[in-house]
C-alpha cells in the first residue's frame, strides 16, 4: 500500500487532472490510497465565500460560490463530456448543502463557518477526479473522508483524535481495498463527534495523507508537486537553488517549521513515528528522481538552506515600571500570546523587555496590545522580513543580508536567524 497526495496545482485544469490519471495508470496493481486537495485556488475563493458570509454580506457571499460552482461544474464536463453522469446530482447536493450555510445567521464563530464552507473544494475536487477516473479505465472508490477522520472543535485547526480514527481505517478504510485498488479521498477535512465538518489548517492535505500512511502501515508517501524535488531554497525567491535528492525527517521538520513552503510541518511526525519514507515527486515528469526523506539521509553534506519568511512584525514588550521580564513575566507573556493563538517565529529578551517575531495580522496584534498594555509599553515594527539559514557561511550571509539592516540575530552552529528590514 502506497499512500499519495495531489494537490491544487496538480488538479489546476482539466489537461492536468488527465495527467494524473496517466501517472496514476503507471502504477498498476498498486493499492493506492490517494489524498487530494481543492482544485487550483479554489480554498482561497471559499475563504472569500466565507469572509462575507460572516460580514453579512449575503449577495457577495451567494455570487463567489456560485462561481466556485460554474467553475468546478465546467471542469466536470469537460472531463464526463455531458452532464448526465450521476456525479453532476452528488455536486449538487455539496452546493445546496453551502448554500444552506449561507442562509444561516452567523450566530456563531466564524472560524465554524469557515470550515462548514471551505471544505467544499476538497469534496467537489475529489469527486470531480474520483468520477472521470471511473470512465478513465482508473477504477477506485470514493470516500468521504470525515466519516473517517475524528477530531476535536477545535475549528481551522482541528485535531485528530488518533484512536477513534485509527479504529475507523481499521474498519471502514481497510476492507474497501478487497474491491479496489484505488480509495480516493479528500484531504484538509474532517469532522467533530457532532458531524460538522472541519478543517485541519491551511495546506492540511500533506498532513492528511501522512495520518493515512501511519494508519494504513503505507510502505511509502508520496507528495506530488509541480516543481522537481525539494530544493534547498524558494526558487521564487532565490535564484541558483538546487535540488535535494535525499534528506532526512530532521531536517525537513526544521525547514518547515523555519517557514519553508514545502511541506507542511505537522506532516513528519506521523510518518516518522511508523518510519514511512516520504516522496517528492514531480507530477509534471514523473521519472525525474524527486526527494527521498526518511529517518537518516545517506548524504553527507547538505547545501545551505535558505528559508524567507516575509511580512513579519517585531514586537517588543517594555514593563512600564522597570520591574524585571523574569521568568514568571514571561510565562504570562507566552500565555497570551497562546492564547490568542500567535506564533512566536523569533524571540529574545532583556532585562525590561520581551522581543518577539510574528506574522503580520493585524487583528491579533491590536488584540496582543489590548491584552497587555496594562502593564507592558508596546512598540512594533512592520514590513520586515525574516531570513532563516541553516549551514550557513559568512560570505552568504552576507551576501543575502547586504542591503538590509538587521534588527534581531540568533546564531547557533549550524542556524542562523536574523530579522531584516529592507
Ligand atoms: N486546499 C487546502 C489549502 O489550499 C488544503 C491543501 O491544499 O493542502 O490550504
Ligand atoms: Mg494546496
Not at 481543492?38 to 462561481?67: D, P, S
Not at 485547526?157 to 485498488?181: C, H, R
Not at 559568512?394 to 543575502?400: A, F, T
Request: aromatic share 10%.
Amino acid at each position: 500500500m502506497k499512500v499519495f497526495k495531489f494537490g491544487g496545482a496538480s488538479l489546476e485544469s482539466v489537461e492536468r487532472i488527465r495527467q494524473v490519471a496517466q501517472i496514476i495508470q503507471s502504477f498498476p496493481d498498486e493499492k493506492l490510497l490517494i489524498v487530494i486537495s481543492a482544485m487550483g485556488k479554489t480554498t482561497n475563493e471559499l475563504e472569500k465565500v466565507a469572509q462575507n458570509f460572516y460580514l453579512r454580506k449575503r449577495e457577495i457571499a451567494a455570487q463567489l460560490l456560485y462561481n466556485v460552482e460554474q467553475h468546478h461544474l465546467s471542469v466536470a464536463e469537460a472531463l464526463l463530456g455531458n452532464r448526465q453522469h450521476p456525479l453532476f446530482t452528488q455536486l449538487q447536493q455539496f452546493f445546496t448543502e453551502a448554500e444552506w450555510t449561507l442562509g444561516e445567521k452567523p450566530l456563531r464563530t466564524y472560524d465554524y463557518y469557515y470550515d462548514q464552507l471551505v471544505g467544499l473544494g476538497e469534496l467537489l475536487s475529489t469527486a470531480i477526479v474520483s468520477a472521470y477516473f471511473n470512465t478513465a479505465g482508473v477504477p477506485n472508490t470514493w470516500l468521504d473522508v470525515r466519516d473517517v477522520f475524528r477530531t476535536d472543535d477545535n475549528f481551522r485547526d482541528a485535531n485528530i483524535d488518533w484512536a477513534y480514527t485509527q479504529k475507523q481505517v481499521t474498519e471502514k478504510v481497510v476492507p474497501l481495498f478487497s474491491n479496489t485498488n484505488i480509495v480516493i479521498a479528500q484531504g484538509f477535512i474532517g469532522s467533530t463527534d457532532q458531524n460538522e465538518s472541519v478543517t485541519l489548517g491551511r495546506e492540511g492535505s500533506d498532513y492528511s495523507a501522512a495520518v493515512f500512511a501511519n494508519m494504513l502501515d503505507a510502505e511509502s508517501q508520496t507528495i506530488w508537486k509541480d516543481v522537481e524535488g525539494l530544493k534547498n531554497a524558494d526558487p521564487k525567491l532565490f535564484p541558483n537553488t538546487v535540488n535535494i535528492p535525499e534528506i532526512s525527517f530532521g531536517e525537513v521538520i526544521e525547514m518547515a517549521y523555519y517557514g519553508a513552503q514545502v511541506i507542511h510541518p505537522k506532516t513528519i511526525k506521523p510518518l516518522q513515528n511508523k518510519q514511512i519514507p516520504l516522496l517528492v515527486k514531480c507530477f509534471l515528469d514523473k521519472d525525474l528522481p524527486g526527494t527521498v526523506i526518511k529517518e537518516t539521509a545517506d548524504v553527507k553534506q547538505l547545501p545551505p538552506i535558505i528559508v524567507l519568511k516575509r511580512n513579519q512584525v517585531l514586537i517588543t514588550i517594555t514593563s512600564k515600571d522597570y520591574s524585571f521580564i523574569t521568568e514568571e513575566k514571561i510565562s504570562d507573556i507566552y500565555e497570551v500570546f497562546h492564547r490568542l493563538k500567535v506564533k512566536i517565529n523569533l524571540m529574545q529578551n532583556g532585562a525590561i523587555s520581551f522581543s518577539s517575531c510574528i506574522d503580520n495580522n493585524p487583528e491579533k496584534i491590536e488584540l496582543l496590545i489590548k491584552t497587555l498594555h496594562t502593564d507592558f509599553k508596546i512598540a512594533y515594527n512592520e514590513g520586515l522580513e525574516l531570513l532563516t539559514v541553516r549551514y550557513y557561511h559568512d560570505g552568504l550571509l552576507q551576501e543575502l543580508t547586504n542591503h538590509h539592516t538587521v534588527l534581531l540575530e540568533q546564531r547557533s552552529r549550524v542556524t542562523v536567524q536574523r530579522l531584516l528590514k529592507k
